[in-house]
C-alpha cells in the first residue's frame, strides 16, 4: 500500500497538513474515535485505504463547453424517461401515495427526481464513498468539506444503515437513488418501512420518504406547482427577470405576462419571479416557491427547470412552446473567459476570468448590453461575445 501511495500521492497537486497519506489517515481515525465512532467502523472503512488519483483528476477537470439550456433537456427530459417514469409511478403509486400523505410532495415531483439522480435507481455511482471522500478530504482544495462528509460517512455505516464495502457512489460521494452526500443523508434520510436503516441504495420506501423530507423540510409546497412557462410582452423590461424580483400573479398578469398559449395566469394568491435561462432567444419561466425547494437540492437552474418540466410531461402536460433557435452553439469555456476579459476591459465588473458565466458576470454583461443598446438580459452568447468585441475593437481604435 505504501509504495501504491506515494505514486498516487505524487499526481495530487497539494494536501493540507501532510503530504503523507498513511499518517493524514491516522489523524482521521482519533477523530473518528473521537466523534463516537466504532472500532469496528473504523477498521472496515479506513483499513488500507488508498487515495484514488482519478477521483483528483475528476475534481479539477472543467468542461470544455458550457451547456446549452436545449442541451441539458435533450438529456434530461427524453420520451424514454418519460414514459418509463410515468409507467414506475403507477407501479409505486400506493407507495407513493402514502409518502404523499406524510409528507406533502406530490409523487410526480418524486418520481423527476429519482429519474434524473439515478436514472430510476440504474446509475448510481461505482466509486467507494469512502474511499473516495478519503481523497477529496486529503487533497487540499476543498478538504474541510469533504472531511465533514467523511465522518458523516463513517456515522452512516455505524448506525448500521450500509456496510463499508456496499456504500458506492459517485467520485465526489453522492450516494444511492437519490445521490445525497453523507451530510445531506444524516440530516434527512428516512427510515420509512421501519426495518432499523436508513437505505436510499435499495429500499424504495426509504427513497421517496427521504427526498420528500428532504423538500418538505426546505420549504415545498404541496398546494402549489414548481412554475410554468410564460409568453413575455414585447415591451417586456429585462431587469425584472430575476429570481431576486417576485411579484403577486396578478401584478405580473398587469404587466403583460401571460401563460405560454395566450391565456391569463391562474387566479391564485401566490408570489413568482420570471427567469429567462437562455436569455430573450429562449423559453420564460414563472417560477413559485417549490422552485427555490428544487434550487435547494441542487443549485442549477438549468437541473431545476428540468425536474419541473419532467413532473409536467409525467403528468401529461406537453412539450415547450419555445422554439428552438436556428444554429444554436454552446460557448466554449475559453470564450466565457473571453466574455469577462472584454467586460473588463469595457470598465464593467465581471469578477474573475474563470469560464463561469455566474451572477456577476451576468449583471456585468446586462449593463454592457444596455450601454450598447442591445436586449439587456444579460445571456452569454456568441452574439453577445460578437458585440463585445466590435465595442471593444471600437474603442481600441479610437484610443
Known sequence: MAALAVVLTASLP???????????L?????????????????????????????VVELDRKQPEFTQTFWSYLDKSVTTGRIERARRLLAENRPLLDRVHARYGVQPRFLV????????????????SVIQALATLAFDARRAAFFRAQLMDALKIIDEGNIAAADMRGSWAGAMGQLQFIPTTFVSYAVDFDGDGRRDIWRNLPDVFASAANFLGRVGWRGDETWGREVRLPADFDWDVASLKIRKPLAEWQRLGIRRADGADLPTADISGAIIVPMGHNGPAFLVYRNFDAILTWNRSILYA??????????????????KR????????????????????????????????????TRVALKAFQRQANLVADGYPSVKALEGLRRVAAEKAKAN
Open 14 to 24: 497539494s494536501y493540507g497538513q501532510t503530504n503523507d497519506f498513511s499518517t493524514w
Open 26 to 54: 491516522d489523524g482521521v481515525k482519533r477523530d473518528a474515535r473521537t466523534a463516537g465512532i466504532s472500532q469496528a467502523t473504523i477498521d472496515s472503512a479506513l483499513t488500507g485505504l488508498e487515495p484514488i488519483a482519478r
Open 112 to 127: 423527476a427526481f429519482w429519474g434524473l439522480e439515478s436514472n430510476f435507481g440504474e446509475h448510481t455511482g461505482g466509486y
Open 305 to 322: 427547470v428540468a425536474v419541473g418540466h419532467l413532473a409536467d410531461r409525467i403528468a401529461g402536460l406537453g412539450p415547450l412552446s419555445a
Open 325 to 360: 433557435p436556428t444554429g444554436e452553439r454552446p460557448l466554449k469555456r475559453v470564450e466565457v473567459e473571453e466574455i469577462q476579459t472584454l467586460l473588463a476591459t469595457l470598465g464593467f465588473n465581471p469578477g474573475d476570468a474563470d469560464g463561469i458565466a455566474g451572477s456577476q
